[in-house]
């Protein structure tokens, strides 16, 4: 009975990603790979999708708006979350989700966290651990709870870290500090609950690599993140490629409307309606004038439209 009972509280800590291995990833690289089995292409060691640089170069110039229906339309209706702080106004962040997960301090579960990350070479506050394990295009995804007085998950040393190891920003549903230190970090963005002078206190890491929730939405490891104004959208990764080549069309579809609302040449009723063959046959005409608008391959945008309904 005692047998049991002991198999079973080990089996619920390690789902809470409490007693997992070395490598700092607190579910097993199957479970991750299960979890993200939609996903078809190149993965990370550690199990994580790895989303191209090209699609990560892409979907900087989509909008939220775009994603946001094109996911909507596929059944995917949390993965947004807005109401953000920035650190900076004009810099987008984008990359492949690298997710770390944070509870209130819970003194016996910390110790054995910070034990068993020590004996494997960890060093510090757990905050810090996530950080090496970034890599150039990936976007260090917290969920601190959304505390925010010593809910500070970094200042402007760790924001500096995370900078040169990922080229990237962070979204946090908690605060950070040293906000004037973080401003100097040319390049780098945060998207943050609030700013607050104070240093961390009773929060621990409590899973690395996890699927996690960000306000209203979910995030998976190896996620497309995409943070702007408006908000955050999390792109599961097997979308990734559909979603941006889509919001790129709408995109295209969108300029050429407006040129042709301007210069009278179809009505609003015209434009907002399904698409007449003389509208088809307008719009096509006006991308072989305008190629520098199209910011995908010709041959994937004209395989694309066959598909598509207008």
Known sequence: MKLKFLNTLVAAISMLGILH???????????????????????????????????????????????????????????????????????????RALTAQFMPSRPDVEKLVKDRGNKNGRAGNTNSWP??????????????????????????????????????????????RDLEGLSKIEGFNAFVRDFDPSFLKDVFLSGLNVPIRIGRAIVLPGDLVLAKKEGVIFI????????????????????????????????????????TDELKEGFLKWLDKNPGEIPMKRAELDEYMKKRTW
């Not at 941006?244 to 300029?255: H, N, V």
Request: glycine letters at 10%.
């Open 21 to 95: 291995s070395a490598n700092a990833q607190t579910i097993p690289k199957e479970e991750l790979i299960f979890l993200t089995s939609e996903w078809k292409g190149e993965r990370f060691p550690d199990g994580r999708p790895k989303v191209s640089d090209e699609l990560i170069k892409r979907v900087r110039n989509i909008t939220i708006e775009e994603a946001w229906v094109v996911l909507q339309n596929e059944g995917y209706n949390c993965q947004f979350d807005g109401n953000w702080k920035l650190l900076k106004d004009d810099i987008v962040v984008a990359g």
């Open 131 to 176: 950080i090496e394990q970034l890599s150039k295009g990936d976007v260090y995804v917290a969920d601190g709870f959304g505390k925010i007085a010593s809910g500070t998950l970094i200042g402007d040393n760790l924001g500096t870290s995370i900078f040169a190891k990922s080229g990237n920003g962070v979204v946090f549903d908690a605060s950070v």
């Open 236 to 275: 599961p990764a097997h979308m990734a490629e559909s979603v941006i080549l889509t919001a790129e069309f709408l995109t295209l579809r969108d300029k050429f409307a407006i040129q042709m609302l301007k210069e009278g040449k179809f009505s609003p009723g015209q434009i907002d309606n399904q698409w």
